[in-house]
């Protein structure tokens, strides 16, 4: 048994699961970020630059599948010359 539910997010071939299952994943390793006890009993400490490994593929991969939330205007140049 994995140790992750949501570590398969790289296999995705559909960008927009595999943004959301990163997303997901994420979130279950911020929530053990600090460390947690296995079932043995052993502390299993989460590393800090996974996450921060996450996280910047998240980010490059929203950059992908989902548009650009800010405006772009396009000007034409007939509109805009000055005689």
């Given at each position: 048994?994995?140790?992750?539910?949501?570590?398969d997010?790289?296999?995705?071939?559909?960008?927009?699961?595999?943004?959301?299952?990163?997303?997901?994943?994420?979130?279950?390793?911020?929530?053990?970020?600090?460390?947690?006890?296995?079932?043995?009993?052993?502390?299993?400490?989460?590393?800090?630059?996974?996450?921060?490994?996450l996280?910047?593929?998240?980010?490059?991969?929203?950059?992908?599948?989902?548009?650009?939330?800010?405006?772009?205007?396009?000007?034409?140049?007939?509109?805009?010359?000055?005689?």
């Amino acid at each position: 048994m994995s140790l992750w539910t949501y570590a398969d997010w790289i296999t995705q071939t559909d960008q927009t699961t595999r943004l959301e299952r990163l997303r997901l994943h994420i979130a279950e390793v911020s929530q053990k970020t600090v460390g947690s006890k296995t079932r043995t009993g052993a502390y299993f400490p989460v590393d800090t630059a996974y996450l921060k490994m996450l996280t910047e593929n998240e980010r490059t991969l929203a950059k992908r599948v989902e548009p650009s939330t800010s405006p772009s205007i396009a000007r034409s140049s007939a509109l805009c010359r000055r005689e």
